[in-house]
């Protein structure tokens, strides 16, 4: 079956160093989304790709979607205590239609001040 | 005005009991879900209901069923609880694109 694989499980850094976490799929993706969870909190979107090599920015935050689109990555540059949390990215579940998502186990990002 | 909630926040219960959790959306979202989240973090999709298809992952046990009354409800109700069932459950909407998450409710299992 579809899977999909994040890369780091865990990553401790200094605060003020970068950060990156990968994400690839056994499948062909239509689109992909990443997704951050606080401790204690609830996954809460923070954005899709969906064309083949597409680089978006927010803020300290680039996301990129590979040519083949089957990888992803996330970075962070210059990390801040705020960005401590799990990463995870999801893409559409195969045969379930565009509704259900696989999502990635996760990459846990602890920031040392 | 919160988004997607679901209740209860916490939920301990003892193996064997049949318990329900609730949930609500008022974003107009036309998809419904319920995940499970283990120890681990793991987050798996159990499944996605919009009004007229339920898809069930072929994972879940059928102790597990979503109820839907309307379209801006989706309870998730469990028969026999066993140990394994100590979780957080999320529920999530979407309109194709994006999910919103509730907040969780932590199950446990005694």
């Known amino acids: 079956g579809q899977q999909v694989m994040q890369i780091p499980q865990y990553q401790h850094v200094q605060e003020g160093e970068d950060f990156t976490t990968y994400c690839n799929s056994s499948t062909t993706l239509s689109n992909i989304q990443w997704y951050k969870q606080r401790p204690g909190g609830h996954p809460v979107f923070l954005i899709q790709l969906v064309k083949s090599g597409e680089v978006k920015k927010q803020k300290r935050l680039t996301f990129q979607f590979g040519e083949a689109k089957k990888n992803s990555s996330l970075h962070i540059t210059a990390t801040q205590t705020t960005d401590v949390g799990t990463y995870f990215c999801?893409?559409?579940?195969?045969?379930?239609?565009?509704?259900?998502?696989?999502f990635g186990k996760g990459t846990k990002l602890s920031v040392i001040p | 005005d919160t988004a997607v909630s679901q209740t209860p926040k916490y939920l301990v219960t003892q193996m064997g009991n049949d318990k329900s959790i609730k949930c609500e959306q008022n974003l107009g979202h036309d998809t419904m879900y319920w995940y499970k989240q283990d120890s681990k973090k793991f987050l798996k999709i159990m499944f996605s209901y919009n009004n007229k298809e339920l898809i069930i992952n072929e994972t879940v046990p059928n102790r597990f069923s979503p109820k839907s009354p309307d379209k801006a409800h989706l309870n998730l109700h469990i028969n026999s609880l066993e140990l394994g069932d100590s979780a957080v459950y999320f529920c999530a909407s979407s309109r194709g694109g994006e999910q919103f998450f509730g907040p969780g409710t932590r199950l446990t299992v005694l």
């Open positions: 999801a893409g559409p579940r195969s045969g379930a239609g565009s509704y259900q998502l696989t």
